[in-house]
């Protein structure tokens, strides 16, 4: 069975702090793909990245980095000089069927407040 | 705005009613994802639907239904509500799969209140 866990119920930073958000997932899959989505306080979940199990390369998308290491079936994601716009509940998700689209379990979601 | 049309956005109904929540996905998009978010159960998958056929299921209970029509639009039909059914669902699309990048694109949701 596949799960995803985000230990960190709640983090709080000040704006400018970096910040780490956890990802740890299980499944039996050779082949499956990781993801971050982002929910603000709006409601809507919007997607961030995508990782496919086969490449482990890290990926840096402006102050958004993600580290996936198989090693330790982890994929955390790190926000560099946070800001107050990043406030938002955070989540990891796994999928291993992507023929015909995405089955996502998603783990329990970190809430992120960054504070000015 | 992620192209994907849900509603109604709330709702607020008794225990023991019925409801119908619409989705309309992205132009183009076949598959059609329900999700339910409530504090106890967090985020969990309900049913996918693939060009008008049932592809996964979830954790959908026996009480909701879904279904996926020609045009391509979806609906959640939830019956005997109880108050554990408040949530927020979500409905989500992605593209073909051909050039399918992975991302699911999520509506607004419609959360439902059951008192």
């Given at each position: 069975a596949q799960k995803v866990t985000q230990a960190q119920t709640e983090i709080s930073v000040v704006e400018k702090e970096d910040v780490t958000l956890d990802c740890v997932y299980e499944t039996r899959d050779t082949t499956y793909y990781l993801f971050w989505y982002k929910q603000p306080p709006s409601g809507e979940l919007v997607f961030l990245i995508r990782r496919n199990s086969f490449d482990e390369q890290n990926e840096i998308s402006g102050r958004y980095s993600w580290n996936f290491q198989k090693s330790t079936s982890s994929f955390n994601f790190t926000i560099t000089a946070?800001?107050?716009?990043?406030s938002a509940v955070y989540f990891c998700a796994l999928s291993d069927n992507m023929e015909y689209g995405n089955k996502l379990v998603f783990g329990a979601g970190t809430i992120l407040r960054v504070k000015s | 705005d992620s192209g994907v049309t849900q509603t109604p956005k709330h709702l607020i109904t008794a225990t023991g009613q019925r409801v119908t929540l619409r989705c309309s996905p992205r132009s183009g998009d076949l598959s059609v994802y329900w999700y339910q978010q409530s504090l106890d159960q967090g985020l969990q998958f309900l049913i996918q639907y693939y060009n008008g056929e049932e592809r996964a299921k979830g954790?959908?209970?026996?009480?909701f239904s879904a279904q996926q029509f020609p045009d391509l639009h979806s609906e959640l039909n939830l019956s005997s509500?109880?108050?554990?059914?408040?949530a927020l669902y979500f409905c989500a699309s992605s593209p073909l799969?051909?050039?399918?990048?992975?991302e699911l694109f999520f509506g607004e949701g419609s959360r439902l209140t059951v008192l």
């Open positions: 946070s800001q107050v716009v990043d | 954790n959908i209970l026996e009480r509500l109880e108050l554990g059914d408040s799969p051909q050039g399918f990048t992975g």
